[in-house]
């Protein structure tokens, strides 16, 4: 049994597609304020087209194929009313450049940015939003059974928002209970006849006593499902619950198949090659404006903790008013300060260019865990647990933490948005593909080209 349902993206998808193709039949019923003939809309409809499928890629790198979180709902008309704009932007450029469609259509563009905008807005707020709980009726019945902090905010995310086609009608706290007390009241709600799932922690004492009695409970009934916390957890919130997990999880995560091994390199190489190639030209103007306004140093360079916690040199743009080696000492944070220019090198990621020369090399990867400086490292390993797995696999340029978790500590050292920033790199860890990777770069694109600061 699956709890989070993933094919609502194609539903969105294919939504999307639909209201662009209505859109443009409302456009030109209200340009000629008559019902378009066939031979009018197919004659738009044949290059809408081709801008429908970058207008797809536009909502793409819009974050507009996320998960429609609370978070994700209260950005949405903002985010939704910046993508049209671009994209109606993107077809006036199409059709300047192309005439061979012989289409110069200014007023149908500036009646489709208010069609769409609409019918999207309609699409995507009041009816998507509550599609799932329109369809399905009510939601599956289950019960929760675990302890700690990851476990209380599953079952806190779960009950505020009824976009999730299950709920938690029961939860059991193991940490307050005794184990007989636990099998009693878990026998009993599995029993009932409308109860679908158990959601427990494998490892937990209290389940492993119960385990025989209730898998007997639940063969005896026609659809039940007892799933494990930890997957429905990286389900809901894209990482790990370190609170849940155990080295016996962390071994059997960390096989990657040699075919993913050398694809993910051959994306590497062609991709800093690529990348180089385009920002060479940019490097004398970046110095020039280093050296303007201070005169200190273009470069700075940097040892960082690699694979396998092997020293690595990487090479950055400066963007600070010295070299940081994270030694932050009691403080714990650095007393350097970002200059005018670097904030812009840092927001752009240009700063960041340089460091391609260490991923041709194979120091890094395009995509990776953020590499740490060798002190914080040390620190973060002393009082973390499961720290060290992430240098089992190379350090990236960006990856699933930098793009999921903004609030990671830079510059500073920080135990517990630390941890948060692991649950991310883990998740990358167990789940790392060559299709999640190519995902992650295009993030990482939509982020760059938003400025949104690193």
Same mark, same amino acid.
């Given at each position: 049994?699956?709890?989070?349902?993933?094919?609502?993206?194609?539903?969105?998808?294919?939504?999307?597609?639909?209201?662009?193709?209505?859109?443009?039949?409302? #456009?030109?019923?209200?340009? +000629?304020?008559?019902?378009?003939?066939?031979?009018?809309?197919?004659?738009?409809?044949?290059?809408?087209?081709?801008?429908?499928?970058?207008?797809?890629?536009? !909502?793409?790198?819009?974050?507009?194929?996320?998960?429609?979180?609370?978070?994700?709902?209260?950005?949405?008309?903002?985010?939704?009313?910046?993508?049209?704009?671009?994209?109606?932007?993107?077809?006036?450029?199409? !059709?300047?450049?192309?005439?061979?469609?012989?289409?110069?259509?200014?007023?149908?563009?500036?009646? +489709?940015?208010?069609?769409?905008?609409?019918?999207?807005?309609?699409?995507?707020?009041?009816?998507?939003?509550?599609?799932?709980?329109?369809?399905?009726?009510?939601?599956?019945?289950?019960?929760?059974?675990?302890?700690?902090?990851?476990?209380?905010?599953?079952?806190?995310?779960?009950?505020? @928002?009824?976009?999730?086609?299950?709920?938690?009608?029961?939860?059991?706290?193991?940490?307050?209970?005794?184990?007989?007390?636990?099998?009693?009241?878990?026998?009993?709600?599995?029993?009932?006849? @409308?109860?679908?799932?158990?959601?427990?922690?494998?490892?937990?004492?209290?389940?492993?006593?119960?385990?025989?009695? $209730?898998?007997?409970?639940?063969?005896?009934?026609?659809?039940?499902?007892?799933?494990? $916390?930890?997957?429905?957890?990286?389900?809901?919130?894209?990482?790990?619950?370190?609170?849940?997990?155990?080295?016996?999880?962390?071994?059997?995560?960390?096989?990657?198949?040699?075919? &993913?091994? !050398?694809?993910?390199?051959?994306?590497?190489?062609?991709?800093?090659?690529?990348?180089?190639?385009?920002?060479?030209?940019?490097?004398?103007?970046?110095?020039?404006?280093?050296?303007?306004?201070?005169?200190?140093?273009?470069?700075?360079?940097?040892?960082?903790?690699?694979?396998?916690?092997?020293?690595?040199?990487?090479?950055?743009?400066?963007?600070?008013?010295?070299?940081?080696?994270?030694?932050?000492?009691?403080?714990?944070?650095?007393?350097?300060?970002? #200059?005018?220019?670097?904030?812009?090198?840092?927001?752009?990621?240009?700063?960041?260019?340089?460091?391609?020369?260490?991923?041709?090399?194979? @120091?890094?990867?395009?995509?990776?865990?953020?590499?740490?400086?060798?002190?914080?490292?040390?620190? &973060?390993?002393?009082?973390?647990?499961? &720290?060290?797995?992430?240098?089992?696999?190379?350090?990236?340029?960006?990856?699933?933490?930098?793009?999921?978790?903004?609030?990671?500590?830079?510059?500073?050292? @920080?135990?517990?948005?630390?941890?948060?920033?692991?649950?991310?790199?883990? &998740?990358?860890?167990?789940?790392?593909?060559?299709?999640?990777?190519?995902?992650?770069?295009?993030?990482?694109?939509?982020?760059?080209?938003?400025?949104?600061?690193?």
């Amino acid at each position: 049994m699956t709890l989070v349902r993933r094919r609502e993206y194609v539903v969105l998808l294919i939504g999307d597609v639909a209201v662009f193709v209505i859109s443009l039949w409302g #456009t030109l019923f209200l340009r +000629y304020w008559e019902i378009p003939e066939s031979k009018l809309f197919l004659t738009h409809l044949v290059p809408f087209s081709l801008l429908f499928v970058a207008w797809v890629g536009i !909502f793409f790198l819009a974050g507009l194929y996320g998960k429609y979180t609370r978070l994700f709902r209260g950005r949405l008309p903002t985010t939704i009313f910046y993508a049209q704009i671009i994209n109606v932007a993107l077809a006036a450029l199409f !059709f300047f450049l192309i005439p061979a469609f012989g289409l110069a259509p200014k007023t149908i563009l500036a009646l +489709y940015l208010l069609v769409s905008s609409a019918l999207i807005y309609a699409w995507r707020v009041p009816i998507f939003s509550h599609l799932p709980y329109l369809l399905r009726g009510r939601r599956l019945k289950g019960v929760l059974i675990a302890s700690g902090p990851d476990s209380k905010m599953l079952a806190q995310e779960v009950a505020n @928002d009824r976009r999730y086609p299950f709920a938690f009608v029961h939860v059991i706290d193991t940490s307050n209970a005794p184990s007989h007390e636990v099998i009693q009241q878990a026998l009993r709600l599995a029993a009932e006849d @409308d109860m679908a799932f158990l959601v427990v922690d494998f490892s937990d004492k209290a389940f492993e006593a119960a385990r025989p009695i $209730i898998y007997n409970t639940a063969f005896h009934k026609e659809r039940f499902a007892i799933i494990d $916390i930890v997957e429905l957890y990286q389900e809901v919130f894209d990482r790990v619950p370190l609170s849940l997990i155990s080295y016996e999880w962390m071994l059997s995560s960390m096989n990657a198949s040699r075919m &993913y091994g !050398f694809l993910k390199r051959a994306l590497d190489i062609v991709g800093a090659i690529a990348l180089g190639i385009v920002s060479l030209p940019f490097y004398p103007f970046v110095a020039l404006l280093i050296k303007l306004e201070d005169g200190g140093p273009i470069f700075i360079s940097q040892e960082r903790v690699g694979r396998y916690q092997r020293p690595i040199r990487v090479i950055k743009f400066r963007s600070m008013t010295g070299n940081d080696k994270g030694e932050y000492g009691e403080g714990g944070k650095t007393k350097l300060s970002v #200059t005018r220019v670097g904030n812009f090198l840092r927001r752009s990621r240009i700063d960041e260019l340089p460091q391609l020369w260490a991923v041709l090399k194979g @120091d890094l990867s395009l995509v990776g865990p953020r590499p740490e400086f060798p002190a914080l490292s040390r620190e &973060y390993s002393a009082k973390i647990p499961y &720290y060290n797995a992430r240098h089992l696999i190379t350090p990236g340029l960006t990856g699933w933490a930098q793009i999921r978790h903004h609030l990671h500590p830079h510059h500073a050292a @920080d135990i517990q948005e630390t941890k948060t920033k692991l649950s991310y790199d883990l &998740y990358y860890l167990k789940h790392r593909s060559l299709f999640l990777d190519v995902f992650i770069i295009l993030q990482t694109t939509r982020i760059i080209l938003t400025a949104r600061g690193s």
